[in-house]
């Protein structure tokens, strides 16, 4: 039931998706245990298709409760609930909370890189998600920082052309652009930014 779920999903059928992920998870529950990895699993996977229905309150109640279910479980900073706490920084920045998406993805960054290291790409999408958020809430100097961190860190381990490596530095000149746009907008000139096109076109080519 739970592989016909995801094949619905991925069929486009998201209202049957949706129904019989619920179905799996009453059973799992009652079967398992609310804390048992595979309910754990879909608990999530149900959360994912409530906020692309558009039932964000759902979504999040339902992440919070996983979140919590899997740092009693499996700890705090094991890749399961470090994926959950993602989510749920997301389902936060959704709910407009953007304070406490911020705040957990600050977390999951310092988890990421004392569980496995700066360089790896979980830490990197994460630190890549954390500059957003400092960006969302006008923090661009710290975001522009730490994008300067993650392309280098991904030139090294990636390459320049990687997909990764490449919306890293897009978003590190779209953040430098807000930067010299607002400077930009006192004496009344802007230049558009060579970079920005380099990067498009490498994703057109």
Avoid: C
């Amino acid at each position: 039931m739970y592989n016909l779920a995801i094949q619905y999903n991925e069929a486009g059928r998201q209202t049957e998706a949706l129904q019989l992920t619920e179905e799996v998870v009453k059973l799992q529950k009652s079967k398992l245990g609310e804390d048992h990895p595979g309910t754990l699993r879909s608990m999530q996977n149900l959360a994912n298709y409530y906020s692309r229905a558009g039932r964000q309150t759902e979504a999040l109640q339902l992440t919070e409760e996983v979140v919590e279910l899997r740092k009693s479980k499996l700890g705090e900073d094991h890749p399961d609930t470090l994926s959950s706490m993602y989510n749920l920084a997301i389902q936060y920045n959704k709910a407009g909370r953007q304070t406490e998406a911020l705040q957990l993805t600050e977390e999951v960054v310092k988890l990421h890189k004392s569980k496995l290291g700066e360089d790896h790409p979980y830490t990197l999408g994460s630190m890549h998600n954390l500059a957003n958020r400092y960006a969302g809430v006008g923090r661009q100097t710290e975001a522009h920082q730490l994008m300067e961190e993650v392309v280098k860190l991904q030139k090294s381990k990636l390459g320049e052309d990687h997909p990764d490596t490449l919306r890293s530095i897009l978003l590190r000149s779209w953040i430098s652009e807000k930067i010299t746009g607002e400077s930009s907008q006192r004496t009344g000139s802007r230049r558009p930014s060579r970079l920005l096109k380099r990067v498009i076109d490498k994703f057109h080519s």
